[in-house]
C-alpha cells in the first residue's frame, strides 16, 4: 500500500504565495509520475500540473508562469510553489502519484484564496 501526506494549504491574500508538500510511503518501487489536481465546489477535479521522472513538467494553461511544480525523488516528495494566488484557485488540492500504472491519492489539502 502506498501511502501520500499532503501539508501547506491554509488561507492566503490575492496575490499571496503558498507551497504544498507531498511525501509518500510505504510500498514505493518506481514512479512514473506525480501531480497535483484541485476541485473547487461544484466543479470537477482537474489537472494542475504534473511531472514525470526525468520529463518536463505540464501545466493547466491557468496556472502557468504562476505555479512551480518540483520533486525530491530521494524523497519521494512532490511540492506545487504557488505565486501570485488568485481566488480562483480556491480549492481543495489533491497530490496524485503513478507507480506501474496505478494511481494513488493523498487526502486533499485546502486552499483559500481571500482577502
Known amino acids: 500500500q502506498v501511502q501520500l501526506v499532503e501539508s501547506g494549504g491554509g488561507l492566503v491574500q490575492p496575490g499571496g504565495s503558498l507551497r504544498l508538500s507531498c511525501a509518500a510511503s510505504g510500498r514505493i518501487f518506481v514512479i512514473n509520475e506525480m501531480g497535483w489536481y484541485r476541485q473547487a465546489p461544484g466543479k470537477q477535479r482537474e489537472l494542475v500540473a504534473s511531472?514525470?521522472?526525468?520529463?518536463?513538467?505540464n501545466y493547466a494553461d491557468s496556472v502557468k508562469g504562476r505555479f512551480t511544480i518540483s520533486k525530491d525523488i530521494a524523497k519521494n516528495t512532490v511540492y506545487l510553489q504557488m505565486n501570485s494566488t488568485k481566488p480562483e484557485d480556491t480549492a481543495v488540492y489533491y497530490c496524485?502519484?503513478?507507480?506501474?500504472?496505478?494511481?494513488?491519492w493523498g487526502q486533499g489539502t485546502q486552499v483559500t484564496v481571500s482577502s
Open positions: 511531472i514525470t521522472t526525468g520529463g518536463s513538467p
Open positions: 496524485n502519484i503513478l507507480q506501474l500504472r496505478t494511481n494513488y
